[in-house]
């Protein structure tokens, strides 16, 4: 009979705590030689590998730092199909990233952004090789990456002023010294979409390298437009183009880099969102038909953006590190957008009761955004060595936002209002963080920052000169017009954030932890004469992180409560008519989340669960469902009966409501997948991946009607198979397999959705 050897970590997990699971890097009765033990060391199996972080300015294990973080590498980013900003949300439990039209919501635990005016900061803080980024021009498709991180929770020491959600790490692939090679793929798939990209990583000399990489996307429109307009709605065409240099010469090292992007779409695919509670008497011109809308005006959408970057770095002897980020980004946005989405026909009036109740044909409704922002960017690190008792890093950091805007709006053709803000922002920070070993067991992590803010506002809202052309209004001021709403104001604030943590660490394979977080996100202005003060957060954390069975198998555990202040809100303004935004509400938080990763074997297995119990206090706010269609002028004063209309005024409806859950918080996330690697013989092997995320039911707008406020939860199933061949790789794949028709966010009274079934092959050659 043929005996089996049976491996160790089987053993244990079949048996669990029993005298075989006695390996060394369990031993209970050798605790001393398992602290001892470095956090990174290998375990037996070299398929197993640490996962590495570095937003904490150095590199180091995910199980080793007291962060709630998922952690993807580049390769990871690729199987599980996260191939934009927006697929996050279906790899890391607690995110949700809905959809608004011209920025995406990213929202952690509740805390993030809720508001597509540009006088709000987006909380949760995405960088790019660094970098902080803007919420416009920032849903690029993913190449050459090297990895991603989503940290959970405020960043209030490291992330800067705009964590109070968390943070979004995004690195691309840097050059490598003395290394020719690169990489080639080429995918095609349904709605005629392909794509293409790589890299070239070339060294010159031995001091000096150079990587190129492009990407080029396009694919058909994913909705049809069957009214007049005849648009291409989400249709796709995505260019992108990045050059990185590095030059290292003893310990000194610089790395620049240089991109333009520019996307071509067909605009939004929106629907006046299907209820009769909402004053919108547009949503009798629903198709409701899934992926077909029907719009009577065009759409369209153009994004541009311009970065380069420069990090420098010299590492003395000792190994203490000076460290420079200088970044400068020019970000272009023009869209054009069917305002009531739908072509409802005049020549039918008398079949649409609820608008010929407004008086006039309102037909033809468009919108149109315009927006030039440009960022400048500077940070200093001086980050001691990894060695030692006591480690720390110490920065400063300065940003400087240009925002400038140029929208309009029309009614059959007739501009009407002419919204032309102007905002500069400065921030401003200066910060520090550092851990100590108390005990060989015991260390205590402290972090502080300060940060300074300052806007300057200035422009209006105009009202059109009859008559007016495109021409005209695109001037700065629009030719003819009169001030309707000045944009003018200046704000500025200040607060103290950081962090506080004991960290305990019993072996080599167990992180105990507890912390408290304070973060902070800047106020603004909110013409005509306000300003909105700064949001904070007070979040008190305890985690665990262990592995199991020689390291295969990590897992990540925490449990935290957060105290939430001065919620902004972008909602009407009474005494514009216009967007405005204000302090809502304060919230409380609380909740949990696991995670796993396991290698065993032929199989890996990974997941991630969290649970969200938010509350908002009562707050009061304009309803924007008792607006009627068209309405954008100030209230009328002195105010007459609420809800009627005056000479060129407007008597606004305030409703008050006891709270609710925080918006775009679902209270349950979680996701799953498995691959399972078969060995074809050589260096050939085939795996069939399978994925599935489901992300809960969550509210849009505070008046918390379910009919009109609600998004309905969703599940997406992914897969693939993949034939690797060692250089080359194909690959079978598909997206939302059962082809659900899902909304993915709400932009004023209409809702926008998500992509339908996506499939394709991919194949690609490393050399």
């Known amino acids: 009979m043929t005996a089996y050897r049976v491996k160790p970590w089987l053993a244990c997990a079949l048996l669990g705590t029993s005298a075989l699971c006695t390996i060394p890097a369990f031993?209970?009765?050798?605790?001393?030689?398992?602290?001892?033990?470095?956090?990174?060391?290998?375990?037996?199996?070299?398929?197993?590998?640490?996962?590495?972080?570095?937003?904490?300015?150095?590199?180091?294990?995910?199980?080793?730092?007291?962060?709630?973080?998922?952690?993807?590498?580049?390769?990871?980013?690729?199987?599980?199909?996260?191939?934009?900003?927006?697929?996050?949300?279906?790899?890391?439990?607690?995110?949700?990233?809905?959809?608004?039209?011209?920025?995406?919501?990213?929202?952690?635990?509740?805390?993030?952004?809720?508001?597509?005016?540009?006088?709000?900061?987006?909380?949760?803080?995405?960088?790019?090789?660094?970098?902080?980024?803007?919420?416009?021009?920032?849903?690029g498709q993913f190449y050459d990456m090297a990895g991603a991180e989503v940290l959970r929770g405020p960043q209030g020491t490291l992330s800067g002023a705009n964590?109070?959600?968390?943070?979004?790490?995004?690195?691309?692939?840097?050059?490598?010294?003395?290394?020719?090679?690169?990489?080639?793929?080429?995918?095609?798939?349904?709605?005629?979409?392909?794509?293409?990209?790589?890299?070239?990583?070339?060294?010159?000399?031995?001091?000096?390298?150079?990587?190129?990489?492009?990407?080029?996307?396009?694919?058909?429109?994913?909705?049809?437009?069957?009214?007049?307009?005849?648009?291409?709605?989400?249709?796709?065409?995505?260019?992108?183009?990045?050059?990185?240099?590095?030059?290292?010469?003893?310990?000194?090292?610089?790395?620049?880099?240089?991109?333009?992007?520019?996307?071509?779409?067909?605009?939004?695919?929106?629907?006046?969102?299907?209820?009769?509670?909402?004053?919108?008497?547009?949503?009798?011109g629903r198709t409701n038909t899934p992926w077909t809308v029907s719009y009577d005006s065009p759409a369209a959408n153009f994004e541009r953006a311009f970065t380069t970057m420069l990090e420098a770095k010299y590492q003395f002897d000792g190994g203490l590190t000076l460290r420079s980020v200088t970044a400068y980004q020019n970000k272009r946005l023009a869209a054009v957008s069917e305002t009531d989405a739908t072509s409802i026909n005049p020549t039918n009036w008398a079949s649409y009761p609820a608008l010929a109740a407004l008086g006039k044909v309102q037909n033809q409704v468009v919108g149109a955004n315009n927006v030039r922002e440009r960022v400048y960017s500077q940070e200093i690190n001086i980050i001691s060595p990894d060695s030692g008792a006591f480690k720390y890093v110490l920065g400063g950091y300065a940003q400087r936002n240009k925002i400038d805007l140029r929208n309009w709006n029309s009614t059959n053709g007739a501009f009407t209002t002419l919204p032309q803000p102007m905002t500069n922002k400065v921030l401003l920070g200066v910060f520090g963080q550092a851990s100590y070993q108390l005990a060989p067991k015991f260390s205590v992590d402290a972090g502080l920052r300060y940060s300074h803010f300052h806007v300057d506002g200035f422009g209006a809202v105009y009202r059109a000169a009859p008559g007016s052309t495109i021409t005209q209004v695109m001037t700065v001021p629009p030719v003819g017009a009169s001030v309707l709403v000045p944009q003018t104001g200046n704000e500025g604030d200040g607060r103290m954030t950081g962090k506080l943590a004991l960290n305990f660490k019993p072996d080599a394979d167990n992180l105990l932890f507890v912390f408290a977080a304070r973060g902070y996100k800047n106020g603004g202005i909110n013409p005509p004469g306000g300003s909105f003060r700064p949001e904070t957060v007070w979040d008190y954390e305890a985690g665990w992180k262990s592995s199991f069975f020689d390291r295969r198998l990590k897992t990540q555990i925490g449990a935290f409560y957060m105290k939430y202040n001065n919620f902004q809100m972008d909602v009407i303004n009474p005494l514009s008519g216009q967007s405005g935004v204000v302090n809502l509400a304060n919230s409380d938080i609380k909740g949990f989340?696991?995670?796993?990763?396991?290698?065993?074997?032929?199989?890996?297995?990974?997941?991630?669960?969290?649970?969200?119990?938010?509350?908002?206090?009562?707050?009061?706010?304009?309803?924007?469902?008792?607006?009627?269609?068209?309405?954008?002028?100030?209230?009328?004063?002195?105010?007459?009966?609420?809800?009627?209309?005056?000479?060129?005024?407007?008597?606004?409806?305030?409703?008050?409501?006891?709270?609710?859950?925080?918006?775009?918080?679902?209270?349950?996330?979680?996701?799953?997948?498995?691959?399972?690697?078969?060995?074809?013989?050589?260096?050939?092997?085939?795996?069939?991946?399978?994925?599935?995320?489901?992300?809960?039911s969550q509210w849009a707008y505070p008046t918390y009607q379910a009919a009109t406020d609600l998004i309905a939860a969703r599940g997406l199933l992914q897969g693939s198979i993949t034939l690797d061949m060692g250089g080359f790789k194909a690959e079978v794949y598909g997206t939302n397999l059962a082809n659900k028709f899902y909304v993915a966010g709400q932009n004023g009274k209409n809702e926008l959705y998500g992509a339908p079934r996506e499939y394709g092959v991919r194949f690609s050659k490393t050399f």
């Not at 799953?672 to 069939?688: F, H, K, M, Q």
């Open 27 to 139: 031993a209970a009765d050798a605790p001393e030689q398992a602290a001892a033990a470095p956090a990174s060391a290998a375990p037996s199996d070299p398929d197993v590998k640490d996962i590495v972080v570095t937003a904490q300015r150095r590199r180091e294990s995910v199980q080793s730092v007291n962060i709630a973080v998922t952690a993807l590498s580049g390769d990871a980013l690729t199987e599980k199909r996260v191939t934009r900003a927006l697929d996050l949300q279906t790899a890391a439990p607690g995110i949700t990233i809905s959809r608004s039209g011209i920025t995406d919501s990213f929202n952690i635990r509740g805390i993030g952004l809720a508001s597509a005016s540009p006088q709000v900061t987006n909380g949760v803080a995405t960088y790019i090789d660094g970098v902080f980024q803007t919420p416009i021009v920032s849903n």
């Open 163 to 284: 964590s109070t959600g968390g943070a979004v790490y995004l690195t691309t692939q840097r050059p490598q010294l003395g290394k020719l090679g690169g990489y080639a793929s080429a995918n095609y798939g349904n709605y005629n979409n392909a794509g293409i990209n790589g890299a070239l990583n070339l060294p010159v000399g031995d001091n000096f390298a150079i990587r190129a990489s492009g990407l080029f996307n396009r694919h058909d429109a994913w909705f049809k437009d069957i009214g007049p307009a005849k648009n291409q709605p989400e249709r796709l065409n995505e260019i992108d183009g990045r050059v990185q240099a590095l030059w290292k010469l003893g310990g000194f090292q610089a790395n620049l880099k240089v991109e333009a992007v520019q996307r071509r779409t067909g605009g939004f695919a929106l629907q006046p969102i299907n209820t009769t509670l909402a004053n919108n008497p547009y949503v009798v």
């Open 593 to 696: 989340e696991a995670s796993f990763q396991g290698k065993f074997d032929a199989l890996s297995v990974d997941g991630g669960l969290s649970f969200v119990d938010s509350s908002l206090s009562a707050l009061s706010l304009v309803n924007k469902w008792a607006i009627p269609a068209g309405v954008s002028t100030p209230q009328c004063n002195p105010a007459g009966t609420p809800g009627t209309v005056g000479n060129g005024c407007f008597n606004y409806v305030i409703t008050s409501t006891s709270g609710g859950p925080n918006l775009y918080s679902p209270k349950w996330t979680w996701n799953v997948s498995a691959a399972y690697r078969i060995d074809l013989g050589g260096e050939r092997t085939l795996t069939p991946r399978l994925g599935y995320a489901y992300i809960g």
